[in-house]
Nanobody
């Protein structure tokens, strides 16, 4: 049974940092592209960050490059999203997604439709 369980969200103040975690099970994590998406109230779910199965390649939402850092620990079947200098507009539910792949070690995926497995999300609320 595939499971993606996000954690680390909460209520924080603008300027704080958070590290979100996503623990995976039930599929070959070490050969899966991983991604983070977010969905604010009344808005569409948007791509935030992705990391290749090797961990050697990443991509980010253009507007958030520099504040977001995605990483993974294949030994722990966990992917992380570090968010620095949080802003009220970062308030959203953050979702982890996974797509098993036979692609190259540097392949990443930035579209929602490219991912098969999704977590339930973790709420991040940033107060001003």
């Amino acid at each position: 049974q595939v499971q993606l369980v996000e954690s680390g969200g909460g209520l924080v103040q603008a300027g704080d940092s958070l590290r979100l975690s996503c623990a995976a099970s039930g599929f070959t994590f070490g050969r899966s592209v991983m991604g983070w998406f977010r969905q604010a109230p009344g808005k569409r779910r948007e791509f935030v960050a992705t990391i290749s199965w090797s961990g050697g390649a990443t991509d980010y939402l253009d507007s958030e490059k520099g504040r977001f850092t995605i990483s993974r620990d294949n030994a722990k079947n966990t992917v992380y999203l570090q968010i620095d200098s949080l802003k009220p507009e970062d308030t959203a539910v953050y979702f982890c997604a996974a797509e098993p792949t036979l692609s190259s070690f540097s392949a990443r995926k930035t579209s929602r439709g490219e991912y098969t497995y999704w977590g339930q999300g973790t709420q991040v609320t940033v107060s001003s």
